[in-house]
């Protein structure tokens, strides 16, 4: 049986690589499997492998946990395609998001095709370089900006300059309608005190 040897390197991340051999039998998530138990990020989490060309351009997808609405549209699924079904060219290529929550987009390319060695296991790491970034390990907790947790009664302090609003230009365009506002709450208020 023929064995593929993937290199499989972080986009943003050009030092940290792995390459990994997989039975040309394997499945896209043996793949998807294999890439994070090399890198010990969860494995449950959407993601999907693109096929791709010398320019990492997103051709067919394969997906692993598909939305309803990729589902509905005939897409792929990871645990039913086989990976030598997409292998047409000895340099191979597939984009790889993986966690679409909070994506790392890793770049596969298949780089050898080997012959099986006796007694050796697959899928199997042959070569790990750099450590993997940290923060995808939180990778499947919810995007959240922090501020939907916060009470009404709480200051939030916010940077308004990021965007090129001035903090008191931002303010006086709803001084006039606080004060309208007020001035209801304050000739209706009486009604409800014990």
Do not use: C
Not at 134 to 143: I, T
């Amino acid at each position: 049986m023929a064995i593929y040897r993937f290199r499989v390197t972080f986009e943003d991340y050009e030092d940290v690589y792995r390459e990994i051999d997989m039975p040309s039998k394997s499945t896209f998530v043996e793949l998807h499997e294999a890439i994070h138990k090399s890198t010990a990020y969860p494995v449950e989490v959407s993601s999907s492998f693109y096929v791709s060309n010398d320019q990492w351009k997103k051709g067919t997808e394969i997906a692993f946990l598909p939305t309803e609405r990729k589902t509905a549209n005939g897409v792929l699924k990871m645990e039913d395609i086989r990976l030598s079904k997409f292998i047409d060219d000895p340099h191979q290529k597939f984009y790889y998001i993986y966690n679409f929550d909070r994506p790392y987009d890793f770049h596969v390319e298949l780089i050898k095709i080997l012959k099986e060695e006796d007694g050796k296991e697959y899928p199997s790491v042959f070569k790990s370089v750099g450590t993997a970034p940290k923060n995808a390990a939180a990778a499947n907790f919810p995007l959240s900006t922090g501020l939907e947790d916060i009470d009404d009664d709480e200051e939030v302090t916010v940077d308004e300059t990021e965007y090129g609003v001035d903090d008191e230009d931002e303010f006086d365009l709803f001084d006039d309608e606080e004060e309208g506002g007020e001035e209801e709450e304050q000739s209706g208020g009486g009604e409800d005190e014990y």
